[in-house]
């Protein structure tokens, strides 16, 4: 793989901030996966009670761990992440600091809400960093993303095989290099990797397979684990995983005579971006019914479902779906674990004997 041009960069937390608009501007997006280290400074700030993930990004941003970005943009898709953009302002690096509301829905009304809350992100990061976002830069950015998406789409659906040709914590790990790298650069890399698993033999195990649902996780250690004690993990439903590419941005531009229209590219991204399956987004129902299918496709044995401590959201599904998963015929595993693992010991006997129930 080849490394990363020098360029900006600008950093991101939530999903649901458009790649597209940092590319547009010229910057390289880096999505804040966490450190995997314990919080000391940041509790003096927020709550300990607060998502493990926003107190780990903003004990990253006191230490200066992201003082080599540019800037970093906040969404604002809960109340810790609202405080976070707060937080972040008065004692952390770098010092630019956008804010974006994220409405919750993707029906024409939010659609257009958040469409101007994107315009309004790209005037702040045109002042704040002295570029200009260009409507065909925006449409180039459009175009890389999906291919970018498309390129992991297929990679994705290599792990329907009985036997996956590369583990879940190797597809974790270049889901994870995408959302830190230059798209062209990733795009190259990602067709080399096709070309090559496309064609080799499957050597992967076949033990139970497994779907891994809930919480972002920053590294691919609970994966690792999982597969360590024989069981594939196939599938991610995961804001750090298989969401990240689940759906493309449908470019009106493309329909439209004439040259692109900033408006018509931002519309886009805002129907792309709101209709992003996570639990925030997504009613319960739709979030069921769309695990499910994700379930059948990639033919699993079993379901783990892994919640951060204090995150409500996922806390709040969590029944729900397990009673579905129960009823559909899906053996439910639920591991509750802070942002780093300290209770690795605890996990790794519940993972056992959920794989060997399984086998």
């Known amino acids: 793989m080849k490394p990363t041009p020098t360029r900006g960069k600008i950093g991101y ?30 509790s003096a700030y927020l709550p300990k009670t607060f998502d493990p993930s926003v107190l780990d990004s903003l004990e990253g ?15 604002n898709v809960s109340d810790a992440h609202r405080r976070l953009y707060d937080a972040w302002r008065l004692c952390g690096t770098p010092k630019n600091v956008f804010f974006l509301d994220v409405p919750k829905g993707a029906d ?4 257009k809400a958040f469409s101007l809350a994107l315009s309004a992100l790209m005037r702040e990061m045109e002042a704040a960093l002295d570029v200009r976002i260009s409507p065909e830069g925006l449409r180039e950015a459009i175009g890389l993303c999906n291919e970018t ?6 990679l994705a659906g290599l792990r329907r095989q009985k036997k996956p040709p590369l583990s879940g914590h190797d597809f974790f790990d270049v889901v994870s290099w995408v959302q830190r790298n ?37 590294s691919p250690e609970l994966i690792s684990l999982i597969e360590r004690l024989g069981a594939q993990v196939v599938c991610e439903d995961l804001c750090t995983g298989m969401q990240y590419f689940s759906n493309l941005v449908e470019d009106d531009n493309s329909q ?5 229209k900033a408006d018509t590219a931002l519309t886009a991204l805002a129907r792309r971006y709101l209709n992003i399956p996570t639990a925030r987004m997504a009613d319960t129902r739709a979030r069921w019914e769309y695990l499910h299918k994700l379930a059948e496709e990639y033919d699993v044995d079993g379901v783990i479902y892994f919640t951060l401590k204090f995150d409500d959201i996922y806390l709040f599904e969590y029944p729900f779906i397990r009673n579905k998963f129960q009823k559909a015929g899906y053996p439910v595993l639920l591991i509750e674990a802070e942002n780093f693992l300290t209770n690795v010991g605890q996990i790794e006997t519940r993972v056992q004997a959920f794989t060997e129930m399984l086998a």
């Open 13 to 42: 937390l939530s999903i649901h901030v458009p790649e597209e608009i940092i590319l547009g501007a010229g910057r390289l997006p880096y999505r804040l996966l966490g450190r995997g280290k314990p919080v000391k400074r940041a």
């Open 61 to 75: 941003a006191i230490e200066g761990e992201y003082s080599f970005l540019e800037g970093v943009i906040v969404a």
């Open 108 to 111: 024409a009304l939010r659609v």
């Open 149 to 154: 998406r498309i390129l992991l789409q297929r």
């Open 182 to 218: 230059d798209k062209p650069c990733v795009n190259q890399g990602l067709k080399l990797i096709l070309q090559e698993l496309e064609t080799a033999r499957s050597n992967g195990t076949a033990g139970p397979r497994l779907m891994l649902t809930g919480s972002p996780l920053g």
């Open 256 to 260: 439209t005579p004439g040259p692109p």
